[in-house]
């Protein structure tokens, strides 16, 4: 990794996993980077680290423990603070409602949303996993505002044409079109061909 933040020597992509429902997929996207070699930069916000003791059965270490880099969600000096460090962009997985209000307004008060803010400043792709329903017309116009400086809304909606036979396939086609959004191909999506013959 370059020492200043400057060009990398391997991709980088920032995971913000927030504290609604579905650190399952933020943990799936970490493992996901890991396989394919991208350099990725963990932020968990203090409200994740409750759900996920709700509702896993894995902890915010072994998260850690994946992720190539971790960031206090406190440390608002870190690396990806910064519009000068470099990467592809930001996932938050999943995305509160409470994230996505802080990115929309720009009013950050954490690392998360800092760094999704920066994102947005440097014209880098920013997905929201929005995890919320249903919508009242506050977080709509949340996710109008977020869409309108650049940023995409994707609830983590299962594809039922892939015929899931799992709730890890459904999270592996979910977080593999996530990726697809950023040209990287993990080969996790169904790939629609068509209509079956005979229909």
Known sequence: MS???????????????SGASGAIYG???LEVLREMEIESHLVISQAARLTIAQETDFTPADLEAIAS?????KDVGASCASGSFRTLGMI???CSVKSLSEIATGMTTSLLSRAADVCLKERRRLVLML?????????IRSMAAVTEMGG??????PAFYAQPTSIAEMVDHTVGRVLDLFDLDSGLSHRWEGLRRGL
């Open 3 to 17: 020492r200043n933040g400057g060009a990398p020597t391997r991709p980088r992509l920032i995971v913000g996993i």
């Open 27 to 29: 943990r799936r996207v």
């Open 69 to 73: 880099v971790t960031h206090s969600n």
């Open 92 to 94: 938050v997985a999943p």
């Open 131 to 139: 995890r919320e329903t249903p919508l009242h017309l506050g977080h």
């Open 152 to 157: 995409i809304i994707y609830p983590p909606v």
